[in-house]
Structures are given as C-alpha cells and as structure tokens.
C-alpha cells in the first residue's frame, strides 16, 4: 500500500529560496514552504505538480503617499526652530551683527511669546533685551533709527516718567514698570516709545515733527506692507489717543481707528488661542518648546491692548458715525475677567471701570433706540443701566485714587447724562400741566452737567495737556445739553433756576479762558518752538458756540412772559426731541467739521 506524503513540513523545512514563492504557490499566493532537499515545495509535492521557482523581480520603489497638510506643518516648524537656533548661535558669536533680518519672521509673531515690559525685572531687563527666546521677532530696525527731533537721554527719561505717572492714568492700555529705563523700552518697543515721546513733549515744533514720523510709519508699515505687531499696535493706541496734540492738517481718527481694529484682527488677539493643540496636529509634548510657544494664553499686557482698542475706537465710532469700533465679544468679557481677578497692577482698575462704562455708553448710541416707536430706551432699561453704572464705582470695587481720577469721575457723570438726557426724547404732555416725571429727569441732567463741570474746573491746570482727545467732545457734548435745558420750554421747567445754578455763557467764558492760559503758558515755556496749534481746537469750539447761544439767549429774554405762557403747548412740541439747538457753522475747519456737525444734526 502506497503511504500519502505527509503534508506537514519536516523539521528541516525552509521557506522559498531568497524568500521567492514557486510559480503555482505564487498564482494562488500561497505560503511556499520547501522541503528538507530543497528540490520542491510541500504543496507541489503534495498535490504532485511541478515546482518552478518564480522569476526575480527587484524589489520596486515604495510609492510616495501624499504628504499630509499636517506634515508639511511640522517640516515648517521645524525649519522654523532651525533659522532660530542658527540666529541665536550668530547672535552669539557676533552680537554686533546685523538683525534685519528678524524682520523675516514678522508672520508668526501674532503667535509667539512676544517681549513683555511688565515681565522685565532691573537685573534681568538687559538680558532680556538681548533675546534667549523669541525676542528678536519683535526687535525691528526702528529701534535703531535716530530722528532730527528727538530728546537725550536724559530728556527721554524724564518724558517716559511724565507719561507714566500724569498721562497714561486718562487711558490706561499698558503699563511700564518703574525700573524700565527709555533705552530698554525704545529697544524692546520703539513705535511705542517714539509715540509716548511724540505725546509727552511739550515743544509744539519738535511735537508735530515726531508726530508726522510715527503718521508716516503708520501709514507705510501698516496700510501698505501690512506688518503686525504689538509694538505697532500699543503706538497707534498712543497715536489716537492723545490725536489733538498732532498736527491738525486733515482728520484721520476714522482711518487710525480702522488700523487699530485691523491690527487686533491680524494679530488674531480678536480670538482665543488653541488649548493646547492645532486642529491639524496631533497631541504634542509639554515639553515640546513650539508647543509652548505657539499656543498660550494672552498675557495681560495684550488683555490691555485688545480693552484700550475697544475703548477708544468705541469713542471714536459714537463721535463720527463714520465705522464701527472693535465689536464686543465674549473673548474680550473674559479678558475684563482676567484682569480684574488676576492683576495685581491698580491702573488696571482704571482701565476696567473705563471699559464698563464705555459699554454703557455704546448701548445709549445704539442707532435702535432712535428708530423705536417710544423714541428712546424704557425707563425700567434706563433704570438698569443707571444700576450697572453706580455699581462700577462703589466703594469696594475700586480704590480710592482711582475713584478720585478726573478721568472716571468726568466718564461717570458724562455716562450719568446720556442715561438722564436719553429720557428727555420722549414726548412731552400735550396740555399746559407740569409733567413732574419731565420735571425730574430735566433736573437728573442738570445734576449731572454740574457734576461733570466741577470736575473738569477741579482739574489741575497742568494735567489738562494730559487728558486724551476724547475729552474735549465730551465737554462739548455737555455743554450742548446745557445749553438745550437752559431754552427748553416746558411748564415743568424754570430756566431761570438753571442759570441761576450753572449760566451757559459764563461757563463758556470760563473754558475759553482755560484753553487761552495752556496756548500762553506753551508759548512761555517754548518761545521758539512756534505756535501750539492743540489749544485751538477748543478755542475755535468754544467762540463759536459762545457766539451762538449768546444771540440765542438775547432774543428769548427779549420775549415777554406773556408771549412765551400762550406758546407753552407748542414750546414743547418742539423740543420734545430735547437736542433741537442753535446751528454752529463749522464749515471752514474740517476738523470741527468732522467732529462737530453730527451734534447739530
């Protein structure tokens, strides 16, 4: 009896030669084991067939598979690290060597450490100058450049302690340590520092001279090439803030406001920073240093940025009507958290109580309330609002230096008379009974206006060079209410007690001779450096409605009694609106055009 080949292989089994299958294992890929002689596979042998090693094929290529958007991200990463590090070694060996060519790495720093003034120390502030991280991102060539105007350094030091102690506490966006000097400051932000000494000097000539230089980096270095930078953004926030120092050729505060919202927007401060990890990367290291550098969380140093920006675009925004300041956004709630819980520096609390208030103010310009079939908010919704406003300045939220700052106390009362003045835009009663609810708000407003004035009049006289553009419109804008209840006829109202209280003209002498002594004294202490043109702005406001509401008064006081009781009815008709006033020519400025004709709209 034939026995049946076992089809087990035997102990001395081997697979295909050179790991080559024979020709019928390799048709039904099978598994080709060949026998101990080495002369025939086990299948062959089994199944009886002839066993023909296979011909040799080279081993082909690997096929490339596409490179996926998430590798090419780290390939970049990883050069990016590499220029880095070969930076730092040249820096090294030759610290006298050139940076312009950190200038390259302009793309990412929206999304790396940036230097930061409050985090330097005085023992490690040089150092930190010099760049162990990230710093020479944020070094361009401006810190280089010297400018025909510019101050010592002895000037300079003392500018940068006059803005740091009287100017930047009306608008608090950053905050410069006491130890930093103007050289580590210039070096580590020189946008910024030439804008702080651009505001702070006080010879008109070299003033303007500095301010055309920081206009013309604006314009070349953000409109056109489109670089981004916190040291550009924190200088344009100088730039607007204090605007009526500068030169008054044509207005520009749309366009700079514009600029400002574009920078927050490029330097995506506008929105969070990843967790932890991009959404196309996969989970990376703690200790991975482009992790750390890349996705952080926002300092507090662009926490103030990203408030002074929404603060004062805000401003600008309910001045000209022209564009929408930087929009409100629960990112920018969550930086007002921050620091309010976090920071440890009291300006801050300034800058906090502004920006609540601001957003007090935005929601009584909102354009809705015009359109609205009451023609203005609802007293509960004021009400409210008056509620949130007087909760900002209590006792224990704010201390008492910063509740004492003529900054907040003139915000609060001006905040106070947008809320008061509101309610006088609605209707007034059609028959001649004194409505005591008008009669209320009217005197609300005229608690307020007076508040407002004593504040401004207790100011001293040396900070009035301090306080930012903003607070001229708002002066303006409370003399004009002023001037609207003291010609307001309305039977629950007697103007003579209104000028008995606080006298329109009279006040207005009182602030023209205010802006005539700071053009004098300016004049005094730099008698060559030609004439302050920052002064004659609130001149040219002031004469002018002086001049206006003076003709105004004359007639109504001409009026006989009589005359003005039998047109009761019709006296409030008319000014039911509450804003109906004089008009004021301001055609031949283009600056008080620009500000002004919208309150006489």
Same mark, same amino acid.
């Given at each position: ?17 050179? !790991?080559?299958? &024979?020709?019928? @294992?390799? =048709?039904? #890929?099978?598994? $080709?084991?060949?026998? *101990?002689? !080495?002369?025939? &596979?086990?299948? @062959?042998? =089994?199944? #009886?067939?002839? $066993?023909?090693?296979? *011909? ?8 490339? =598979? ?66 162990t991280t990230l710093l020479s991102a944020a070094i361009t060539p401006d810190s280089s450049i010297s400018y025909p105007d510019e101050p010592s350094l002895s000037e300079a030091e003392g500018l940068l302690k006059k803005f740091r102690e009287e100017i930047i506490g009306f608008f608090p966006f950053v905050y410069i340590p006491p130890h930093v000097a103007s050289q580590q400051l210039r070096e580590l932000y020189p946008f910024l520092w030439l804008n702080i000494i651009s505001t702070s000097l006080t010879s ?118 022209h564009a929408p300041g930087l929009r409100w956004s629960p990112l920018l709630d969550a930086y007002l958290t921050n620091l309010a819980q976090d920071s440890t520096v009291s300006q801050d609390e300034s800058l906090i109580a502004q920006v609540k208030m601001q957003l007090i103010v935005n929601q009584m310009y909102d354009d809705s309330w015009q359109t609205s079939a009451g023609g203005g908010p609802p007293a509960l919704y004021l009400s409210a609002l008056r509620s949130q406003l007087h909760e900002i300045t ?208």
């Amino acid at each position: 009896m034939t026995s049946v080949p076992s089809s087990a292989p035997g102990p001395q089994a081997a697979t295909s030669i050179a !790991g080559r299958a &024979c020709t019928n @294992c390799a =048709r039904v #890929k099978c598994k $080709c084991i060949y026998r *101990a002689d !080495g002369a025939i &596979c086990e299948r @062959c042998f =089994r199944l #009886k067939k002839e $066993c023909t090693p296979s *011909a040799y094929v080279g081993r082909r290529p690997a096929k490339r =598979r596409g490179v996926s958007r998430s590798a090419r991200l780290e390939e970049k990463l990883d050069e990016l690290v590499s220029c880095l590090k070969a930076q730092r070694e040249g820096a090294k060996k030759d610290p006298d060597g050139d940076l312009d060519d950190a200038g390259d790495q302009g793309e990412y720093e929206s999304e790396t450490d940036e230097p930061s003034v409050s985090a330097l120390t005085p023992a490690t502030a040089t150092n930190s100058l010099g760049g162990t991280t990230l710093l020479s991102a944020a070094i361009t060539p401006d810190s280089s450049i010297s400018y025909p105007d510019e101050p010592s350094l002895s000037e300079a030091e003392g500018l940068l302690k006059k803005f740091r102690e009287e100017i930047i506490g009306f608008f608090p966006f950053v905050y410069i340590p006491p130890h930093v000097a103007s050289q580590q400051l210039r070096e580590l932000y020189p946008f910024l520092w030439l804008n702080i000494i651009s505001t702070s000097l006080t010879s008109p000539r070299r003033r303007t001279a500095l301010g055309d230089q920081a206009r013309n980096i604006v314009i070349q270095k953000v409109a056109l090439e489109r670089e981004k930078s916190l040291d550009l953004l924190l200088g344009l926030l100088t730039l607007v803030g204090w605007s009526h120092l500068q030169r008054r050729d044509r207005p520009f505060w749309t366009l700079f406001s514009q600029l400002i919202v574009t920078l927050v927007c490029d330097l995506g401060l506008h929105r969070p920073p990843p967790d932890g990890q991009s959404m196309f990367c996969g989970p990376v290291k703690e200790s991975d240093l482009r992790a750390t550098s890349l996705f952080r969380r926002r300092t507090h140093e662009e926490q103030r940025a990203v408030l002074g920006a929404f603060v004062v675009t805000s401003m600008i925004s309910n001045i000209f009507r022209h564009a929408p300041g930087l929009r409100w956004s629960p990112l920018l709630d969550a930086y007002l958290t921050n620091l309010a819980q976090d920071s440890t520096v009291s300006q801050d609390e300034s800058l906090i109580a502004q920006v609540k208030m601001q957003l007090i103010v935005n929601q009584m310009y909102d354009d809705s309330w015009q359109t609205s079939a009451g023609g203005g908010p609802p007293a509960l919704y004021l009400s409210a609002l008056r509620s949130q406003l007087h909760e900002i300045t209590r006792h224990e939220k704010l201390g008492t230096a910063v509740r004492n700052h003529p900054m907040i106390l003139e915000l609060y009362h001006f905040t106070e008379l947008l809320i008061n003045e509101s309610a006088i835009s609605k209707p007034a009663t059609q028959w001649n009974e004194p409505d005591m609810q008008r009669f209320e708000v009217y005197q609300n407003c005229l608690v307020s206006i007076k508040a407002f004035l004593e504040t401004f009049f207790a100011t001293p006289i040396a900070l009035f060079g301090c306080m930012p553009f903003t607070s001229y419109p708002q002066l303006v804008r409370v003399m004009r209410c002023l001037h609207t209840i003291t010609t307001l006829q309305d039977p629950a109202w007697d103007r003579a007690a209104v000028r008995r209280s606080v006298d329109l003209i009279p006040t207005c002498d009182r602030i023209i001779g205010i802006f005539e002594y700071l053009k004098a004294a300016s004049t005094l202490v730099s008698p060559d450096a030609g004439e302050d043109e920052s002064h004659n702005w609130g001149l040219g406001v002031f004469r002018k409605m002086r001049a206006a509401w003076q003709n105004e008064l004359t007639n109504l006081d001409a009026v006989s009694t009589a005359n003005r009781e039998t047109s009761l009815v019709d006296g409030a008709q008319q000014q039911s609106a509450g804003f109906s006033t004089a008009a004021v020519d301001f055609s031949s400025d283009p600056w008080l055009s620009d500000v002004l004709n919208d309150f006489w709209e």
